[in-house]
């Protein structure tokens, strides 16, 4: 998975639970999940994002996803809107 899709997209939403509700209202066009995040985490926002067919990439690592979005904590969940 390449991050540049991360600074290609318009918005970004980070976070399992801003993502799911992101997803829910309609607006997400993609979802960046880290391969290293909990399951028990991730599991509930692809479920999500399965129920209103937005794709799922995957990401190798928590930690860079979350420095490619501008934080400094890792990202388990992104939402991209394009």
């Known amino acids: 998975m390449s991050y540049e899709k991360v600074?290609?997209?318009k918005r970004i939403v980070v976070g399992t639970k801003q993502t799911a509700k992101a997803i829910k209202s309609g607006n997400v066009d993609e979802l960046l999940v880290a391969r290293d995040a909990?399951?028990?985490?991730t599991g509930k926002v692809?479920?999500?994002?399965?129920?209103?067919?937005?794709?799922?990439t995957y990401a190798e690592s928590k930690k860079?996803?979350?420095?490619v979005c501008g934080i400094e904590v890792g990202a388990a969940a992104v939402a991209l809107i394009y």
């Open 7 to 9: 600074n290609q997209a």
């Open 46 to 56: 692809i479920s999500v994002a399965e129920q209103f067919n937005v794709p799922v």
């Open 64 to 67: 860079q996803l979350g420095k």
């Open 38 to 41: 909990d399951p028990n985490i």
